[in-house]
C-alpha cells in the first residue's frame, strides 16, 4: 500500500518570506516516484516536479527548491521569497513501481499575503 | 495538441439521475484515469485503463461505470447521482510503461448533486 502525507493543511505567509512544505511518504516499493502539483485558484493541476527513489539529489528550479531524504521518506518542497501568485493548494504524490497509479497526499493551502 | 479535455465544466444533478462525464485525449497515452478531489481529502481513484478495452477499478469506484472503447476516450458514468457525489472529478492520462512520467490533467469538472 501506498500513503503520503501532507500534515500542513494551511499554511499563511508574507510576501517575501521562505515557507517549506512538507511531504512524507510510505511505500514498499524499492523503486518509487515522487512529484509535486501545484493546484492555483483556477483549479487546473500544474505539475511541477518529479523524483525518483535511486536519485536523492536535491533540486533547484528558480525560486523552488526540494529537498528528498529516503532516510526519512520525506520529500519536501521549499518556496524562497515566496510571492502572492504562489498561493495555491499543493498536492504531493506517489507512485511505486508495482502500482499503476499515482496516490495523492490531502494537499496544504498556501495563502500568501502581499 | 488540446492535451486532456473534459465536458461539462460544471453540472448540476438532482439525486437518482444519470449523466456522463466525457474525457478526451490526444497525446496517444494508453493509460487514462479518473479522480475525484474532496475537500480535505486530496484526489482520490476512481476507475483508470491501461488500454483500449480494460479497465480497473481505483480506490473509490462505488457509483461510478467506466468503459474504453477507443485509446482517445474514457469516459465516466454515475448511474443514479447521489449527493455523496457532489466533488470535482479530474480526468489524467499518461504513457503506459513510465511510471515516472507525469499525469497529464484535465481541467476538471465540478459536479453538485442535489
Known amino acids: 500500500a501506498q500513503k503520503v502525507t501532507q500534515a500542513q493543511t494551511e499554511i499563511s505567509v508574507v510576501e517575501k518570506e521562505d515557507v517549506t512544505l512538507d511531504c512524507v511518504y510510505e511505500t514498499r516499493d524499492t523503486t518509487y516516484y515522487l512529484f509535486w502539483y501545484k493546484q492555483p485558484p483556477s483549479g487546473e493541476l500544474v505539475f511541477l516536479i518529479r523524483r525518483n527513489s535511486f536519485d536523492e539529489q536535491n533540486e533547484i528550479s528558480g525560486r523552488y527548491s526540494w529537498n528528498f531524504q529516503k532516510s526519512t521518506s520525506s520529500f519536501n518542497f521549499t518556496i524562497t521569497a515566496s510571492q502572492v501568485v504562489d498561493s495555491a493548494v499543493y498536492f504531493c504524490a506517489l507512485r511505486g513501481s508495482s502500482a499503476r497509479q499515482l496516490t495523492f497526499g490531502s494537499g496544504t493551502q498556501l495563502t500568501v499575503l502581499p | 495538441n488540446a492535451g486532456v479535455t473534459q465536458t461539462p465544466k460544471f453540472q448540476v444533478l438532482k439525486t437518482g439521475q444519470s449523466m456522463t462525464l466525457q474525457c478526451a485525449q490526444d497525446?496517444?497515452?494508453?493509460?487514462m484515469s479518473w479522480y475525484r478531489q474532496d475537500p480535505g481529502m486530496g484526489l482520490r481513484l476512481i476507475h483508470y485503463?491501461?488500454?483500449?478495452?480494460?479497465?480497473d477499478q481505483g480506490e473509490v469506484p462505488n457509483g461510478y461505470n467506466v468503459s474504453r472503447s477507443t485509446t482517445e476516450d474514457f469516459p465516466l458514468r454515475l448511474l443514479s447521482a447521489a449527493p455523496s457525489q457532489t466533488s470535482v472529478y479530474f480526468c489524467?492520462?499518461?504513457?503506459?510503461?513510465?511510471?515516472?512520467?507525469?499525469?497529464?490533467f484535465g481541467p476538471g469538472t465540478r459536479l453538485t448533486v442535489l
Open positions: 489524467a492520462s499518461s504513457p503506459v510503461g513510465r511510471p515516472d512520467g507525469e499525469q497529464f
Open positions: 497525446m496517444n497515452h494508453e493509460y
Open positions: 485503463s491501461v488500454g483500449a478495452g480494460i479497465t
